[in-house]
């Protein structure tokens, strides 16, 4: 059984920075695609990046595509989200998510594992 521990969020200004963390326990998180996930108010839950289990591949929704960077560290077990020049619509609770499985998905029902999010505000 693997739990996810997100941190990172908060309230920053719109243009600013933040770089979220999930840390991993229990299982074999080496091997293992992890992805990261946001839902704002009313909105359902979309997918934001992804990454495979050595890091070596990165997918990225469009809105976030060269301000977000993805990244992971397999020693530490976690994975990051670095989200730079953020905009008010990035305002969501952001989830980590990990699947039993070396590549990644943009499928939300193909991830296995969920933490309990963290709360990203923007403001304008």
């Known amino acids: 059984q693997v739990q996810l521990v997100e941190s990172g969020g908060g309230l920053v200004q719109a243009g600013g920075s933040l770089r979220l963390s999930c840390a991993a326990s229990?299982?074999?998180?080496?091997?293992?695609?992890v992805g990261w996930f946001r839902q704002a108010p009313g909105k359902e839950r979309e997918f934001v990046a992804a990454i495979n289990w050595s890091g070596t591949y990165t997918d990225y929704v469009d809105s976030v595509k060269g301000r977000f960077t993805i990244s992971r560290d397999n020693a530490k077990k976690s994975v990051y989200l670095q989200m730079n020049s953020l905009k008010p619509e990035d305002t969501a609770v952001y989830y980590c998510?990990?699947?039993?499985?070396?590549?990644?998905?943009?499928?939300?029902?193909?991830?296995?594992?969920w933490g309990q999010g963290t709360q990203v505000t923007v403001s304008s």
């Open positions: 998510a990990a699947r039993n499985h070396i590549a990644t998905t943009r499928s939300e029902g193909n991830y296995d594992y």
């Open positions: 229990g299982g074999n998180f080496g091997t293992y695609a």
